[in-house]
């Protein structure tokens, strides 16, 4: 069954066609893949999906419903790792978390023991009373894939998960996402590491110019992702960008 459902759908911003005619599908179980190069549309996808977005055309679903109709809910249901976020400068780790679980509905004693095992997952123990602003940037990503995961939603979107982490804690990431969907959850991750989506993902889609142009299981076949990548990128003729009056 499709957890995620993209059919037709387009979005463009003052002319310029960020997304246009994207259709894809996840499956429930899937670590999938989401690769392309600078302004293909990746995070304007990641929004629509995460109802932060409405599409001009076209329909999505996620988890059998709309997100842009009902996003406060879709969000309760969903973990979302936003590229470059950063958690809330004036807040400790343990109240940015214990506020994130309260909107996602989580009672306050389970909202301590999800403190505890993300904590202790990703390193943050000895960090939780600390300010974010006096983190470091990859405490602070630390802090941000653990709000993703508070409340242990059956989908996450995550983009770029191991930016700014050490060689040690990016395998820690790893791990969990991969124990994360053989679990039987979903992940819809975001990247440019190609070795990174050639290790872990179970399928990729690659986009450019606002659509997807492959779709790989990977491991199904001898040939690498990068030619994949490279060769059908690379094949894209650019859309009409506005041009100043
Ligand atoms: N709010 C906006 N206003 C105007 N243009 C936008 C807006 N958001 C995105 N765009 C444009 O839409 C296109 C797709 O952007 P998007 O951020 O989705 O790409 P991306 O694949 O995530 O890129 P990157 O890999 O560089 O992060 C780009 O040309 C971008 O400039």
């Not at 109802?51 to 709309?66: C, F, I, K, S, Y």
């Not at 405490?139 to 040690?168: G, R, W």
């Not at 450019?208 to 030619?227: F, K, M, Q, W």
């Amino acid at each position: 069954m499709s957890v995620i459902r993209v059919r037709d759908v387009s979005k463009s911003f003052a002319g310029v066609d960020a997304v246009s005619g994207m259709s894809f599908d996840v499956d429930h179980g899937e670590l999938f893949g989401f690769l392309g190069p600078n302004g293909a549309g990746k995070t304007t996808t990641i929004k629509l999906l995460t109802g932060q977005l409405r599409p001009d055309a076209g329909a999505v679903t996620v988890n059998g419903t709309d997100p842009s109709v009902d996003p406060i809910e879709t969000r309760r249901r969903v973990g979302i790792l936003p590229e470059g976020g950063t958690p809330p400068s004036f807040f400790t780790p343990r109240e940015f978390f214990t506020y994130v679980g309260g909107i996602r509905g989580l009672d306050d004693e389970v909202v301590d023991e999800r403190i505890d095992r993300w904590a202790g997952r990703l390193g943050l123990q000895d960090r939780l009373e600390t300010i974010n602003a006096d983190l470091s940037r990859g405490q602070q990503q630390k802090v941000m894939i653990a709000q993703a995961f508070l409340h242990e939603p059956d989908v996450v979107f995550i983009d770029e998960p191991l930016a700014n982490l050490d060689p040690l804690v990016q395998e820690r990431v790893k791990r969990q996402l991969t124990a994360y969907v053989e679990d039987g959850n979903t992940a819809f991750l975001s990247t440019h590491n190609i070795d990174v989506a050639e290790e872990m993902c179970t399928r990729v889609g690659i986009v450019a110019d606002g659509r997807i142009v492959a779709e790989r299981d990977v491991g199904s076949t001898d040939e690498p992702l990068l030619d994949v990548f490279l060769s059908t990128v690379e094949d894209v003729q650019p859309r009409d960008v506005p041009t100043a009056p």
